[in-house]
């Protein structure tokens, strides 16, 4: 029996009633797309004594991980040498064409080789991604993340992934590199249909939180104290303990743009027009998103929702200035 402690196997000897490490083989991970959430995410795995060889059209962002560690290579080298390759790409256009281009991963992939997508796409896609990989013998999972950069810089991000159990299990350990809550939902698809369900939940919280500041801020009262006078009862929830601080202090630095989340919830609406499924304030809030786009504000935080509010109300939530 194999166990797991700290992201370190162990096998445990019953003549001798001890525990022994387990020597694997390093592990190689090509790793595509090194922005916001791909840097850290790149850097855990080193820690985690993890292969990484990394790829992006940014060289500057390759580079940046070269000198903590990684490799840079090809996406042929890495289809070559790899024993997983992992995506973190912003739409599904942009995984296809890293998987599928002649001197992409499918074309040159080795016997064995195994793609994690961790991007924000659809279930259709996840779907179709895993068949087209099937025809060249690779095994695919969809595991998209939850938590944004702060959970991204400190491997803690939520992990929810579509696949073989199989396949899970193998890779788990790359998981435990970046992550701390790791689920298998079901087969391809179900990760990534759990992150849309998580951006419905996430976005939907950050324009109820926006509303509410907006009207106490008409209203004349201390945000601040209104903040710390309700975040303890029913209305409390990560998202605000994230995202007020920041809108209080004008912060809308990107940690999840506006633009991604537009398209995620882009594919929310899609996913459940496919389903029959009426989702009236996803699609409001979708309008919202575009309201934003259109002002210019799609590079900002999506705890930019609140400017939204605030310009049609003629109001401006901050801190008390006395």
Request: net charge negative.
């Amino acid at each position: 029996m194999v166990y797991n402690f700290e992201r370190e196997s162990y096998t445990f000897c019953v003549e001798k009633k001890a525990f022994y490490k387990k020597e694997r083989r390093l592990m190689k991970i090509g790793f595509i797309g090194l922005g916001i959430m791909g840097n850290p995410m790149v850097k855990n795995l080193l820690q985690s004594d993890f292969e990484v060889t990394v790829f992006d059209l940014n060289k500057e962002a390759i580079q940046r991980l070269v000198e903590v560690g990684a490799k840079a290579g090809t996406l042929k080298e890495m289809a070559q040498k790899s024993d997983v390759v992992i995506t973190m790409l912003p739409k599904a256009e942009h995984v296809w064409d890293v998987l599928q281009k002649p001197e992409g991963i499918f074309a040159n992939a080795h016997p064995g080789l195994a793609v994690i997508d961790m991007s924000s796409i659809g279930p259709t896609d996840a779907r179709e991604i895993a068949q087209a990989a099937a025809d060249f013998g690779i095994e695919t999972l969809d595991a998209p993340v939850s938590g944004g950069e702060p959970k991204a810089k400190d491997g803690t991000l939520s992990i929810m992934v579509g696949g073989k159990a199989e396949t899970f299990e193998k890779y788990l350990p790359v998981f435990q590199g970046m992550g701390k809550d790791i689920v298998l939902i079901g087969d391809h698809g179900s990760g990534v249909t759990a992150k849309l369900a998580n951006q419905i939940i996430v976005n939907l919280n950050i324009a109820a939180v926006s509303e509410a500041l907006v009207l106490a801020a008409k209203a004349g009262i201390d945000l601040e104290k209104m903040y710390q006078a309700i975040r303890g009862g029913l209305a409390g929830s990560t998202v605000m303990d994230a995202k007020i601080p920041m809108i209080l202090d004008r912060n809308f630095k990107a940690g999840g743009a506006i633009s991604i989340n537009l398209k995620d919830l882009t594919n929310v609406m899609q996913t459940a027009h496919d389903l029959d499924v009426p989702l009236p304030l996803s699609s409001q809030l979708l309008e919202i998103f575009h309201a934003l786009k259109a002002d210019g504000k799609q590079t900002l935080d999506h705890g930019g929702i609140v400017q939204y509010y605030e310009k049609i109300a003629n109001v401006v939530a901050k801190r008390s200035e006395d």
